[in-house]
């Protein structure tokens, strides 16, 4: 993979796909390699040149020079110094999951080259300020949990589940990461035992990687103590939203938070989706998103 040289003697690995307008697409995790959003690069690759730049810590990034660099922020300023560094001027950024939300606080950060703002099944609110204003994102949660109760695999993915932050923090390789996530990831789809997605998340299990001091940083109290709302207000880009109505982790509750705080933001909920558009629904998901870019043109 091309090498990007950043400050500090630091590097970032990335590949770029399709021809279009320069898109960041931002992959999820944390942790996870830039490998992570190949199928979406596909999918939009005659609209967007995508460049997938691992994340610090990821794939042949170095990793950032504290902790403080897994959060969002810290991402999405990484995320800043490699587009710099490939000369983009300005870009649209579109990331799922932990990426959405690092696509948001990009463009918060970065107004001034943001062009659009897409985020997909994006995590914006912790547990600790979930719970405070009365739960719906847990019980959200539980509830989609719920529907997969009679599944042979509930049980061990749901045991892993269960016991993932304890799992993780004593995990002593990104490996032990990976074999997790393989275990539990049925519950993020809505449909997993439709032969076409448990085609698509066996394909995109097998390509997980993770960085193992980003999954610990996140477990660590990132992920229950993230509120990104106060930071949505500064966010000027056109902004869409997209969430499966049956998302276990960022469904309807994440994306109505998102959205109320994004002052020209634009929501779309999947219907029978959940955590992955990409591997469940794409032709929708490739619909809304298109539909939505000519809505708002580049210029």
């Not at 020079?65 to 991402?75: C, I, K, N, Q, W």
């Not at 539990?184 to 990687?209: G, I, N």
């Amino acid at each position: 993979m091309p090498t990007l040289e950043l400050s500090g003697g630091r590097t970032a690995t990335y590949e770029v796909v399709g021809r279009g307008d320069p898109a960041l697409l931002l992959p999820g995790g944390p942790g996870a390699a830039a490998s992570y959003m190949s199928e979406d690069a596909r999918l939009f690759a005659d609209v967007f040149t995508c460049y997938l730049v691992d994340p610090h810590g990821s794939g042949g990034s170095s990793p950032p020079a504290s902790p403080d660099g897994y959060r969002p922020e810290g991402h999405a300023r990484f995320y800043d110094e490699a587009r710099a560094a490939l000369g983009l001027e300005r870009v649209t950024v579109l990331g799922h999951s932990f990426g959405g939300g690092v696509a948001l606080a990009y463009a918060a950060l970065r107004p001034d080259v943001t062009e659009r703002c897409i985020s997909v099944g994006g995590f914006a609110v912790g547990t600790e300020a979930d719970a405070a204003e009365g739960g719906a994102a847990a019980a959200e949660m539980e509830a989609m949990l719920a529907r997969h109760a009679d599944a042979p695999w509930y049980e061990s993915a749901r045991a892993v589940w269960d016991s993932w932050t304890e799992r993780a923090l004593n995990a002593r390789s990104g490996a032990e990461i990976d074999d997790m996530m393989r275990v539990v990831l049925p519950l993020y789809a809505a449909h997993p035992d439709r032969p076409s997605v448990r085609a698509r998340l066996t394909a995109f299990a097998e390509s997980l990687t993770f960085d193992l001091a980003a999954i610990k940083a996140w477990e660590g109290g990132v992920y229950q103590g993230i509120d990104l709302r106060p930071l949505l207000e500064r966010i000027s880009a056109p902004t869409l939203v997209v969430t499966g109505e049956l998302d276990l982790i960022c469904g309807p509750a994440q994306a109505r938070a998102i959205a109320a705080h994004v002052r020209d933001a634009d929501l779309v909920l999947l219907p029978e989706c959940g955590h992955w558009p990409v591997a469940e629904d794409p032709d929708a998901y490739e619909r809304a998103v298109v539909d939505w870019l000519r809505a708002h043109p580049v210029g």
